[in-house]
């Protein structure tokens, strides 16, 4: 249809938002299970399995070769991309589980698996990840300097050091960890970066906004190329000689496997060589107690999901068994570790995987989409060139929250729409007549079909159906009734009691709603996504549980996305209005109130209605306002 919803920078805001320091912390097991557990490592895998057996009311210590912990985070994804104060903070929640630390101390020197159960540890974790760099395997890689993997350049820029970088550097590679080389190096004072790929740009696995991030900054990118040979002069290098490639037939990967050209060879003058073609586990230490893979890299795992080794009580997750894998998979691994040792722990069968939900998604009809309204994707908020290039500042910046706010209200709420209760159902066919999506259809008997992914939960048809055979799940019918009950139910002692309906699609913030809330305590707002949910009933539910006025307030026109469908709002609230003046209750307390371009509603709008509804005489029923 148009561009997708820009889930990272939704999921950053709600991470980095201002109501993080109000999130109450995880409530864990005040019943110690008296069970220790030793977790080695402390990256993605590592701390997401301590968090989690914390959290069940294990005892959990984390060794950590290296003196600093995040494993990958700290050492691997460069300041830029993430904080160190942001990953500090982020560990110390962990900790404060009451985690211990050990740093510094590698397992396989002096201390031994086995000597961990020795020292009364009922169960081990290990989640070492992957720090060792591939070899390039080509003639001068171990004979000059200037010569450095990038797992040793990226460590040793994090931890405020490095290599002395050239004036001229090339990164071979083409993943995340070669993209990141080459932008640090731009940062570290390298005049110019080139990075070589052996495949196309269509096979180059790392990211597509990191590789645009590149080529902003300044990094040249040059495809179908293959290293031969490393050049040096005065034991420093000089060059690498490279071949240019062609495509051939595609490999185990599914990629198109490179093929050199005869006669192509060609030399970049280089001063440093980072090589970024991988990772691997550094797990021969643990050799002697636990089985690993054919070449000995990876530690071997009786079953993927519950991560049991072959030594009773071992478990292993994270890039120490897959290879180098993303940080949610990682994450996921540590998350299931700490499940089946829970479960090991209790002596209890280890879980299995239950059953994948698979959601069903296909293309939107063509008369779908021209139908829906677009809304443009937030743009994200970035630093400019120059500035980037002067240090290691971060990147990019959280989206505030207006923006924020008009990102995730892009979504379509797929399966979140209407249901028909076919029971119930009378084929009247007023859905299909209310639908401003045409979404309803009928067979030939009449009977009505809503299609759950196309449909995009406007809430028309549900309120507008004469037997009330249809709901929403995306809030449904009965949980707006719980809104206005809740509100009211917190304000008994608050005249006049005005419940305000305000659409989601507004403009407005949390910072407009504490405005609200200071300058009109009286006032009891009930969010919805969008006044076409609201029915007359629920206007004079308001009335009904104490309410002395209720305004509906609409959102601006360029930000709803069904504006046809104002008509049929502003109808029921007629509807609401004349039978408030039948059953003796002053029409005036109903009001509808157009939404400002930014805010929620204009203060002599509020300023009006108050004013009104005191100058009328209360009803001996209920405190409704009377005629």
């Not at 009977?447 to 929403?472: L, S």
């Amino acid at each position: 249809m148009d561009e997708p919803i820009a889930i990272a920078a939704l999921k950053r805001f709600v991470a980095d938002g201002q109501w993080k320091e109000a999130q109450a912390k995880p409530a864990f097991s005040n019943r110690s299970s008296g069970q220790r557990v030793a977790v080695i490592g402390s990256g993605p895998a590592g701390l997401s399995a301590a968090h989690d057996m914390a959290l069940l009311g294990h005892h959990v210590t984390i060794f950590e070769a290296l003196p600093v912990l995040g494993g990958m985070l700290r050492v691997g994804v460069p300041e830029y991309r993430l904080p160190k104060n942001v990953l500090d903070e982020e560990i110390q929640s962990i900790l404060d589980l009451g985690i211990e630390v050990r740093t510094g101390v590698r397992i396989g020197e002096k201390i031994k698996i086995a000597d961990l159960f020795g020292e009364g540890f009922k169960a081990v974790f290990v989640g070492i990840g992957a720090h060792r760099g591939r070899r390039l395997r080509i003639p001068g890689e171990d004979e000059f300097e200037g010569m450095v993997s990038a797992v040793f350049f990226l460590r040793s820029v994090s931890q405020g050091g490095g290599p002395e970088v050239g004036r001229k550097v090339a990164v071979i590679g083409g993943g995340n960890t070669a993209i990141h080389s080459a932008r640090c190096a731009l940062r570290m004072g390298a005049e110019a970066v080139h990075i070589v790929y052996r495949r196309s740009g269509d096979e180059m696995p790392a990211a597509q906004e990191e590789i645009e991030e590149a080529v902003y900054e300044g990094v040249q990118i040059s495809y179908l190329i293959s290293p031969l040979e490393i050049l040096g002069e005065g034991g420093k290098v000089s060059g690498l000689k490279c071949i240019k490639n062609r495509l051939g037939k595609a490999d185990a990967s599914g990629r198109r496997r490179p093929e050199a050209v005869p006669g192509s060879e060609f030399t970049l003058a280089v001063d440093m060589v980072i090589a970024a073609i991988g990772q691997e586990p550094e797990a021969s230490f643990l050799a002697g107690e636990l089985e690993l893979t054919e070449k000995g890299k990876r530690i071997h795992v009786e079953d993927p999901y519950t991560l049991v080794t072959t030594h009773p009580g071992v478990f292993a997750g994270g890039d120490a068994v897959t290879g180098p894998v993303t940080l949610v998979e990682a994450i996921a691994a540590g998350k299931r570790a700490a499940i089946s040792i829970d479960s090991y722990l209790k002596g209890e069968p280890l879980p299995s995987p239950a059953p994948a939900e698979a959601v069903e998604t296909k293309e939107l009809s063509s008369a779908l989409i021209e139908k829906t309204r677009k809304f443009a994707r937030c743009k994200k908020i970035s630093l400019p060139r120059g500035q980037r290039l002067k240090g290691f500042d971060e990147v990019d910046a959280a989206l505030p929250e207006d923006l924020a706010i008009r990102e995730a209200l892009r979504c379509l709420h797929c399966y979140l729409g209407a249901r028909i209760d076919k029971e119930k159902c009378v084929s009247c066919l007023t859905c299909v007549r209310v639908c401003p999506l045409g979404i309803p259809t009928t067979n030939k008997m009449g009977e009505v079909t809503i299609d759950p992914f196309a449909c995009q939960a406007c809430g028309m048809c549900a309120v507008e159906c004469p037997v009330q055979a249809i709901d929403i799940r995306l809030d449904a019918r009965s949980e707006i009734v719980e809104k206005i009950e809740k509100a009211l139910g917190e304000s008994q002692h608050t005249r006049p009691a005005i419940v305000g309906f305000f659409d989601l699609h507004g403009n407005f913030g949390s910072s407009d709603m504490e405005s609200l809330r200071q300058d009109y305590p009286n006032i009891l707002p009930v969010m919805v996504f969008g006044l076409r949910r609201i029915d007359t009933s629920d206007i004079l539910k308001a009335f009904e549980h104490g309410a002395d006025a209720v305004f509906l307030a609409g959102c601006p026109p360029d930000a709803d996305p069904f504006p046809e469908v104002e008509g049929s709002v502003k109808g029921r609230i007629a509807r609401a209005r004349a039978i408030l003046e039948a059953s003796g209750v002053d029409g005036r307390c109903l009001e509808f109130f157009d939404m400002p371009e930014q805010g929620l509603v204009k203060k002599e709008q509020i300023d009006g209605l108050i004013q009104r509804v005191k100058e009328l005489r209360p009803s001996p029923q209920k405190g409704l306002p009377s005629q």
